[in-house]
């Protein structure tokens, strides 16, 4: 549209509405508080410095020009101007402050007003303006966009005096403020992106870290707490910025500049007394050509791994072992009477000698079925005080009489006599016994079983050793070992070890098979004090 067009039609209001007299001198007036000032001006926070700094290159373009430079909000209000010293006051002088309303009404025909008006780039010059007082300067004026309505936020305008006016100048200003609402517009939707980015980097179960170049954590998100168990925030508050567990992976990523994937990680909490196992990724943060950093994501996948083992444990059960199981219990039952009966038998035919087999043949019969049915049994334990040295003595004690009638010996060392831990003795008895038992029965021709209790005071672990001078086993039967019904043996069940690893498990401890083919075994027992 034509300026000429719209200044006359403004000039028309002011004479015939306003009612303005154009040799007055208008005078603005500030008609806001202080803080309904900084009210608006707080909408402004953010395209403030992006004006003023593209502003100030336009002021550099057009050097020696005098120059003030204001900004207005979409109703006129005046919210901030910088520039020439020498302008400043003589817009001082008509009353133009921070805080006053262009106003058509007040200060006649302007290019503020106008620019609002039409939502156009207008330049006002000299004779344009309705007051004669305003005829020494030239006013430039764009309004400018940000918002996603499309609205007028506000204008941006350039003053100077009528020695300087240059057809140059409201172009100037028109790409001024382009470059200003993009930059505007781009920082908005950075904005929106940083605060999306919040939100899923802390609603996610993945904890995140980010490390420097040298493998130090600078950042972490909600979720890593959660997962690590303690207070991030307090250890890089302490300056610890380790990254412990996962450094390895971090460090190789950092060298070689490639990603590690489903590395799986474990930490363990109240010393040793639970474990996580994650699951972890680690990729580089490059910069060009640099790696600049390493960024790492853990997932926990300890419910995942329970589940699974769990999963596997019953479908091991679930198949023969159950149904083993099953029928054991159902033979159990008239094993019992058969068993009751052959004693009352006894009783009357004592000098039968026959019947003495059939009672050693049957109490064999029902230490197998209770077995079995002990496995068919999910295990729990029923933990409770108890002195590992005295179990280990009295057990040991146990198996001397079976020991002599397989020609071998057994001894006991020990060097903590009064450790006591809350475990489930009788289920640990019975562990204890099934290594021994087998130890027995590796030593064909006899030999020594060596039982040994070590506890270093102040530690928090037990160890306990059963070694023997057996047949040993070579690393393809060790890796059998624990497998339901894996046996060498001709009368062997391939249950006791099963059974036992299983207890061990429920108690947390270790078991460790050192083992040497025609030298012996040793197995290494660790349980958590
Ligand atoms: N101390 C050991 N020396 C050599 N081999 C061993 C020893 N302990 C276990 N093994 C091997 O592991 C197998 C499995 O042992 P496990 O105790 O589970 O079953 P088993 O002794 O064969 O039968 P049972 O159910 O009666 O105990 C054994 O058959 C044997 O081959
Ligand atoms: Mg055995």
Not at 409 to 426: G, H, P, R, W, Y
Request: glycine share 6%.
């Amino acid at each position: 549209m034509d300026f000429n067009t719209y200044i006359k039609q403004s000039k028309k209001r002011c004479e015939e509405e306003y009612r303005l007299e154009p040799t007055e001198i208008p005078t603005l007036q500030i008609e806001l508080t202080e803080a309904e000032m900084e009210e608006r001006k707080q909408t402004f926070e953010h395209a403030l410095p992006v004006i003023q700094h593209f502003m100030e290159k336009v002021l550099y373009y057009m050097d020696g020009t005098p120059i003030i430079v204001a900004t207005t909000d979409e109703e006129g209000y005046v919210i901030h101007k910088f520039g020439d010293e020498s302008m400043m006051e003589m817009i001082h002088a008509f009353g133009i402050h921070n805080g006053v309303r262009f106003r058509e009404k007040v200060a006649g025909t302007n290019s503020i007003s106008l620019s609002l008006l039409h939502d156009e780039s207008i330049g006002l010059v000299g004779k344009d303006h309705y007051h004669e007082a305003l005829h020494g300067i030239a006013c430039y004026s764009a309004p400018f966009h940000y918002g996603e309505d499309g609205r007028i936020s506000g204008t941006i305008s350039i003053m100077t005096t009528v020695e300087y006016e240059s057809q140059f100048h409201l172009g100037l200003l028109s790409s001024a403020v382009d470059s200003i609402e993009r930059e505007l517009r781009l920082q908005e939707k950075n904005n929106k992106l940083e605060i999306l980015n919040q939100i899923m980097i802390n609603s996610t179960p993945i904890g995140m870290i980010m490390t420097d170049q040298e493998g130090r954590i600078t950042d972490y998100n909600a979720a890593l707490e959660k997962l690590v168990e303690y207070s991030m925030k307090e250890r890089l508050a302490k300056g610890d910025t380790k990254t412990y567990v996962i450094k390895p992976y971090v460090d190789h990523v950092l060298w070689t500049g490639e990603k590690l994937e489903n590395k799986e990680v474990t930490l363990s909490f109240d010393d040793g007394e639970r474990e996580k196992i994650f699951q972890l990724d680690v990729l580089p943060i490059y910069d060009g050509d640099e790696v600049i950093g390493a960024f790492a994501q853990l997932r926990d996948m300890t419910n995942y791994y329970e589940l699974q083992e769990k999963l596997i444990e019953s479908e091991k059960l679930s198949t023969l072992g159950k149904f083993s199981a099953g029928l054991a219990h159902e033979i159990r039952n008239p094993l019992t009477s058969i068993i009751g009966l052959t004693q009352l038998l006894k009783e009357t035919n004592a000098q039968n000698k026959y019947l003495e087999i059939i009672t050693s043949e049957l109490d064999r019969m029902k230490n197998l079925v209770n077995q079995f049915v002990l496995l068919g049994k999910p295990s729990s334990v029923q933990p409770a005080p108890c002195n590992l040295h005295d179990l280990l003595e009295e057990t040991i004690e146990l198996m001397k009489s079976s020991a002599r009638l397989q020609d071998v010996s057994i001894t006991f060392e020990s060097n903590q006599k009064d450790l006591v831990m809350t475990i489930d003795e009788a289920k640990i008895k019975q562990a204890f016994i099934n290594f021994i038992k087998n130890a027995f029965e590796s030593m064909e021709n006899g030999g020594e079983v060596q039982v040994r209790l070590v506890h270093h005071p102040g530690s928090n672990k037990v160890e306990v050793t059963i070694e023997d001078e057996g047949e040993g086993m070579d690393p393809d039967e060790v890796s059998n070992i624990g497998t339901l019904f894996y046996t060498s043996k001709e009368n062997g069940l391939g249950m006791g070890l099963s059974i036992s690893l299983e207890i061990i498990k429920a108690h947390h401890g270790t078991v460790d098979f050192n083992s040497e083919k025609g030298r012996g075994t040793k197995v290494e027992l660790c349980f958590p004090v």
